[in-house]
Nanobody, 124 residues
């Protein structure tokens, strides 16, 4: 099992940028696909981005495509989410998650380990 701890959230003005980090512990991180999800108040959790075990293939939710970039450093057991051109509607708690396998999916049910979340607030 992988333990995950997110960091890097905060308050930013619209148009700004943030980089979230997710530090993982556990032997399986480098062979696990990783994803980022978010949950805004009163809304269901939604898929944001995911990457395969080697970082060579990625996928993004429609609302963030072209603005967010997911990456990973297996030597550091860390996955990142670079968020550019932030909008107020990006305000949410962001969670990183470890997939049960090496190739990503957008379905929450396929992710077996979750971090505690980090708050991102974008002011207008």
């Amino acid at each position: 099992q992988v333990q995950l701890v997110e960091s890097g959230g905060g308050l930013v003005q619209a148009g700004g940028s943030l980089r979230l980090s997710c530090a993982a512990s556990g032997r399986t991180f480098s062979s696990s696909a990783m994803g980022w999800f978010r949950q805004a108040p009163g809304k269901e959790r939604e898929f944001v981005a995911a990457t395969n075990w080697d970082g060579r293939s990625t996928n993004y939710g429609a609302s963030v495509k072209g603005r967010f970039t997911i990456s990973r450093d297996n030597a550091k057991n860390t996955v990142y989410l670079l968020m550019n051109s932030l909008k107020p509607e990006d305000t949410a708690v962001y969670y990183c998650a470890a997939h049960s396998g090496s190739y990503y999916s957008i379905r929450e049910a396929n992710y077996v380990s979750w971090g505690q979340g980090t708050q991102v607030t974008v002011s207008s």
